[in-house]
C-alpha cells in the first residue's frame, strides 16, 4: 500500500471492508461491534452496507505513563486486562501504574457506557457471529482485550475487520479468531492516521449520533419483517 492509496476517510475505508465481508450481509446472526471512538464510523458504515446490527465494544488502551500514546496494554468490561509481555517484569512500568492506568481506563468505559447506551442494554452475544471493526490496527491490544471479552460470551464465529496494520500483528491476531479481513499490511507501518487523507478525532458526539441512527435503522428493518 503507497500513500496514494490511502483511504480518503474512516466511512470510505469501512465501505471496503464491507465489500470483503459480503458473505455477512442480510443475516440476522451477525452482529457488528465497534471499538469507540475512530472504530464507530467504519462500523457504521459497513453494517449499513451489509443490513446487519451494530453496537460498541467497549475496550480502553492503557497509555504509557508520560508518554500516553504509546500503548503498554488495554481494559475492557467485566474487568478483562492484557498487558505487553514484560513490561512490568523488566521495570518499565510498575505494577502500581498498571492498577492506576487501569481505574482511569475502567472508569471511562462506565462513563462512554452511560452516553453511548443510554441504558439500551449491551447485545446478547451468545451464538452470533460477531464481526470486531477497528479504523486500523497498532499494537493490537485494545482488539486483543476485545477478543478475550467476545470470546468469554460464547460466541460462534469472531471476525476481524481493519482497513490497515503492521503485518506481524495482524498476522498474530489473526491466529486468535475465525477470520481476519485486513485490507492493507504495509511493511513501513507508523501510525494508523498516516493511511488516512483524513483523520480527524472522532468525538463522543458522533459515535451517539452513528449508534442512534443505526439503531433507529435497525428496528424499522425488523419492523418491516414482522
Known sequence: MSSADRFKDRGHAGKQL???????????????????????P????????????LDVMLVR????????EYA???????????????????????ADEVEQASERALAEISRRDRLYRAGRPAPALAGRCVIL???????????????KI???????????????????TVEALAAEVDE??????????????QWYRHFDQTGDEEVQDLLALAWRRQAHRASATH
Open 180 to 193: 481476519m479481513v485486513c485490507l492493507a499490511t504495509p511493511v513501513q507501518f507508523h501510525a494508523v492516521s
Open 61 to 68: 488502551k492503557l497509555g504509557m505513563p508520560g508518554h500516553e
Open 18 to 40: 464491507a465489500q470483503r465481508l459480503s458473505t455477512y450481509a442480510n443475516r440476522p446472526d451477525v452482529l457488528v461491534l465497534a471499538l469507540p471512538r475512530g472504530g464507530v
Open 133 to 147: 471493526v477497528d479504523d486500523g490496527i497498532a499494537t493490537g491490544s485494545t482488539l486483543r482485550a476485545a477478543i
Open 150 to 168: 467476545v470470546r468469554r460470551a460464547g460466541v460462534a464465529r469472531l471476525v476481524v475487520a481493519a482497513p490497515v496494520g503492521p503485518p506481524e
Open 42 to 53: 467504519v462500523g457504521f458504515a459497513i453494517a449499513e452496507a451489509l443490513g446487519v446490527e
Open 72 to 94: 503498554i496494554g488495554a481494559v475492557g468490561a467485566g474487568g478483562v486486562r492484557v498487558l505487553q509481555a514484560g513490561l512490568v517484569e523488566s521495570g518499565i512500568v510498575s
